[in-house]
């Protein structure tokens, strides 16, 4: 040993210090009787499916992967309830139990805790949606419910909570190319890089095609996403997000009021993360976001001889500071509190009919109890206080049972109240039509909000079941719904001197109600066959709302892996009769298959896959529009991790 | 030699009953080396001690100690037991001039660090042995097998230090129908090694080896498995509070019980049995960690399941 050697003319500290590095990585009884930090402290920790508040669906990695999604909307579907179709080629949009909104504004969506929910004009996520990278996805919880006790306003018709990758899990590059029918055309590159403590990421993406025929929707969405995660410390978990991008969509019918035209969302983000874990049984969140986002619709419409230019463009802003701090008490009760201050900015003169940045605050108010009297109860009671610069102070609580009446069985009942919270549009929106050859003349006038509105508020009673059996490998997650709806928002016309524009108003909403279920079974090794259905009712006195979801909505998923590593997945989705609201037909049954077959392959240190994927297999339907249909296409994957 | 033996050992018995007490020429003594004087050492040479008078009581003079205290001026003793790899080294290297060095049984030592230092030769004379620290690669096999059915791939990090733990292992997983991933941390660090194992196994179970398991690495390779919802299996009660899913480990007293069953059935002069593992042991699960996870464990019923197959 040459420290041995050394020893005649080194003192003994000397020794011991040059020694300790030879010593120190050899094994001996100290590392069995060594202490470590508690690292994965239960605040830590995913909270089982069987003790959350609400029914949740997890898609994970692999599911997505296998899934042939290229959206996070197609992904979407596979969940019980909901609903997926297209406005237009370029504007794909999930939505939970009823097709209300086209736009995803009954919807929250948190992406790593930041929400995408876009409050500029009409409340929008699907763009936001559209935006997101399916590669950089760890998994996307699906809370099939509302929560506004703790998601706060928007929480309304199902929470989507993603969840991207961590830098440390994304070292290395990735490339990705993907062609096919419809001008298809999507690449992502990726590199990530760093070591224990520190690790970087940064992903470019684009995404393209020509939609549907016969429809001027193409969509081009680019993004560049930066995230890294550093652990200073066993205590400290740093994330940092920026990211950029632009989605083009087509958009437009063709005809003098609505001409064909791309409406292109630019939009920017900052994420600003510090969790630090203060004991084993306590955690304190540091959050802060800033985004911007710029919007960008402008067209000339004509009517006979008039001619006027229609803008939606602005800009709007938000930033959020949060905090929360998180602690078990003891080994039946957890508590969660925190508060969050929010401040968002709107300008747009078309839309606003003011020069002036327009803005509001929020700021919210949380907190919620998980009390284990017995091992087999699990009673969680919550609330959020929300105050709102223009609608005031809003409250929602939250109140659920879980059951466990045999090991891996599960029953829950739970009471909530969720609010939605008016836009800037609904709230401050005043848009007039001027004549396009003598802008002084006044033609039209679209909308004046009275600035009236309040939140549409939702009460939801639930009863769960969730099963587990081991034995056979079989999921069982049920749910049955009691969803009373009030103060929905409308565009309602009044008149205001010549014109009659439109103003948000609200008025008694629908009662929603029915069950939904998903089997998960694993029958054989590298079988797993899910089934997810819902079956809707609506109750409002109003035909036409009536209508705004289907009676049966199913999705069937077929995962198999078959001799030479391939990899087969079919889809089966179909949805009875319905009609969306916002300007869609009642659309007759649509069902649709989608196919892929996958190779995944290593070549040396290069890991990869090529994939093909069909979607329609059998031949295409209707979506949205009597003249829209969702055509048979099929498109090629490349993907190389090295 | 044993008549003389027996008859020293009566007259001294008197004055031997106490822990420590003072040596009595003739007795059987029996020196336990301490590599440290307290905790998991002391404890393991309290329950040795406990075994062995309860069959033998006041047959012994104990001295028990830290390993730098003993000297080899004094009269031999008979018998040497070394507490940790420290102890053993030590009392290695204090006979290492002695032609006829009293017999060594080193407990609460892992393998690897006692076969690093043995004398290969004193091993195959039957005096030095060693009742381990690790568990046997089968029954860690079993463990995984036991409280997770569905699992064939199982994954565990080594360096050059540990690689040795290979070959056993590998071999208990064959026979179980499970697969057994190796990964080396090499020059480029842990984290590769990880990242890679963790893409293809179902579990990672830690291996003793400073160089990739100690608490820092820990930390990393807890959360970067939890992520992938990849379950550990740790080796001390310590992993189980961290966040592994499951450890196997023997206590400190189940070691130094065994060490004095071997003891006590040597000392009536007979040659030291080879190494052995520990034959008591105990399994931790951490509820949080299953229930997240969604497995189903109970840690009395996991233990007494393991314990059952391994009775005769």
């Known amino acids: ?112 805790g930041r929400s995408i929910y876009s409050s500029f004009y009409l409340g929008d996520t699907h763009v936001g949606l559209r935006g997101l990278v399916l590669e950089d996805i760890e998994r996307i919880e699906v809370l099939r419910g509302s929560n506004s006790a703790s998601f706060g306003a928007n929480a309304f018709l199902g929470v989507v909570n993603i969840v991207t990758r961590n830098a440390a899990d994304t070292h290395g590059a990735m490339l990705s190319a993907t062609m096919g029918d419809k001008g298809i055309n999507d690449n992502v590159a990726r590199i990530g890089w760093g070591d224990e403590k520190a690790s970087f990421r940064i992903t ?92 960008k619709d402008t067209f000339i419409a004509t009517a006979g001889p008039i001619s006027a230019l229609v803008d ?117 929106g005043d848009s007039r039509l001027y004549l396009l050859t003598a802008p002084a003349t006044q033609v039209a006038w679209t909308f004046l909000a009275s600035g009236n509105v309040k939140p549409e508020t939702l009460i939801t009673h639930e ?8 034995q056979i490998n079989l999921s069982v997650d049920a749910r049955a719904f009691v969803e009373r709806m009030n103060n929905r928002v409308w565009f309602s016309a009044r008149t205001v001197g010549a014109f009659t524009p439109n103003d948000a108003v609200n008025r008694p909403g629908s009662h929603i109600h029915g069950v939904e279920y998903q089997f998960d079974w694993r029958p054989f090794s590298g079988t797993r066959l899910m089934l997810a259905e819902a079956i809707t009712r609506i109750a409002s006195g109003d035909a036409a709302e009536e209508r705004e979801a289907p009676d049966r909505n199913t999705s069937l998923t077929w995962l198999q892996r078959l001799p030479g590593d391939l990899e087969f997945t079919a889809i089966s989705t179909a949805t009875t009769p319905f009609k969306w609201a916002g300007g869609g037909d009642l ?17 040396g240190a290069t890991r990869g896959e090529a994939s093909i994927t069909v979607q329609a297999i059998n031949g295409g339907h209707q979506v949205y529009k009597l003249n829209q249909r969702f055509d048979r296409r099929a498109f090629a994957t490349l993907r190389l991790d090295f | 030699m044993r008549r003389r033996f027996f008859t020293l050992l009566a007259t001294a018995c008197l004055c031997l009953m106490t822990y420590g007490s003072a040596s009595a020429a003739g007795a059987v003594s029996i020196w336990v080396a301490l590599s440290e004087t307290g905790g998991a050492h002391a404890e393991a040479a309290e329950a040795l001690r406990a075994e062995v008078e309860q069959a033998q009581p006041g047959r012994i003079e104990w001295r028990i100690a830290h ?22 080294r030590g009392m290695q290297e204090l006979f290492a001039g002695d032609p006829t060095p009293p017999p060594l049984l080193a407990i609460l030592v892992p393998r690897l660090a006692f076969e690093r230092i043995a004398d290969p030769a004193r091993l195959r004379g039957g005096s030095l042995s060693a009742v381990f620290l690790d568990q046997p690669p089968a029954r860690q096999l079993e463990l995984i097998r036991l409280a997770l059915p569905a699992v064939r791939n199982v994954g565990i990090l080594v360096s050059a230090e540990s690689k040795a733990h290979g070959s056993g292992l590998e071999k208990a997983a064959r026979e179980r129908g499970m697969r057994l991933a190796t990964s080396l941390v090499g020059q480029e660090g842990l984290f590769p090694a990880l990242q890679s194992l963790l893409a293809e196994v179902e579990v990672l179970l830690a291996l003793p080896d400073p160089a990739v398991f100690n608490s820092q690495s820990a930390a990393n390779i807890l959360t970067a498995a939890y992520r992938r919802h990849v379950p550990l299996v740790g080796f001390s009660p310590a992993y189980v509070k961290a966040g592994a899913l499951l450890a196997l480990y023997s206590t400190p007293a189940q070691v130094g019980t065994r060490g004095g069953e ?51």
Not at chain 1, 25 to 49: T, W
Not at chain 1, 92 to 103: I, R, S, V
Request: proline share 6%; net charge positive; with cysteine.
């Open chain 2, 67 to 88: 390993w730098s205290q003993f000297s080899s001026s004094v009269p031999e003793p008979h018998w040497i037991v070394a507490v940790g790899t420290a102890a053993q």
């Open chain 2, 262 to 312: 071997v003891l006590r059935q040597t000392l009536p002069g007979k040659l030291l049995p080879p190494p052995q593992w520990p034959r008591e042991f105990a399994v931790a699960v951490n509820q949080d960690v299953a229930r997240s996870l969604g497995f189903a464990l109970d840690q009395s019923q996991l233990g007494e399941q393991m314990r059952q197959r391994e009775r005769p």
């Open chain 1, 312 to 428: 939606t463009s602005g800009e709007g802003q938000r930033t959020e500071l949060g905090l929360q701090h998180s602690l078990r008490l003891d080994e039946a009760m957890r508590v969660v509190w925190g508060g969050e201050w929010r401040y968002e900015t709107a300008r747009s003169k078309p839309v606003f009919f003011t020069s002036d940045t327009i803005s509001l605050h929020q700021w919210r108010g949380f907190g919620s109890v998980e009390w284990r009297p017995h091992p087999q109860w699990l009673l969680q009671a919550g609330g959020m206080y929300e105050g709102h610069s223009y609608t005031g102070g809003t409250f929602s609580p939250r109140l659920t049972a879980n059951f466990h009446a045999l090991p891996d069985h599960t029953l829950r009942a739970g009471i909530t109240k969720s609010q939605r919270a008016p836009t800037f549009y609904e709230l401050r």
């Open chain 1, 463 to 470: 009863l769960g079941y969730l099963g587990r059996f081991r």
């Open chain 1, 587 to 603: 659309i007759n049954t649509p069902r649709r298959l989608d196919v892929r077959l996958g190779k995944p392959f290593t070549f």
């Open chain 1, 1 to 112: 040993m040459p420290c041995r050697r050394l020893l005649a003319v080194l003192s003994a500290p000397t020794f011991a210090a040059l020694c300790s590095c030879v010593f120190a990585q050899e094994v001996s009884e100290k590392d069995y009787f060594g202490d470590l930090p508690v690292v994965l402290s239960v605040s830590r920790l995913a909270q089982p499916l069987d003790e959350t508040p609400g029914a949740v669906t997890v898609i994970d990695r692999e599911l997505i992967r296998r899934s042939g999604a290229r959206e996070v909307a197609e992904v979407l579907r596979l969940v019980p309830g909901f609903l997926l179709t297209y406005r237009n080629g370029a504007n794909p949009q999930a939505a939970y139990h009823a097709g209300m909104d086209t736009y995803g504004s009954r919807m929250q969506v948190y992406v790593d």
């Open chain 1, 204 to 295: 470019g993406a684009r995404r393209g095609d020509r939609g549907f025929n016969n429809n001027y929707d193409d969509s081009h969405v680019s993004r560049l996403q930066f995230r890294a995660d550093l652990m200073p410390t066993v205590k400290d978990d740093v994330m940092i997000q920026f990211g950029a991008g632009e989605t083009s969509r087509g958009e437009g019918v063709g005809i003098g009021t609505n001409p064909f035209r791309s409406s292109i969302n630019a939009d920017a983000h900052l994420l600003l993360r510090w969790q630090r874990q203060l004991t084993p049984d306590q955690q304190f969140e540091l959050r802060f976001v800033h985004e911007r986002e710029a919007p």
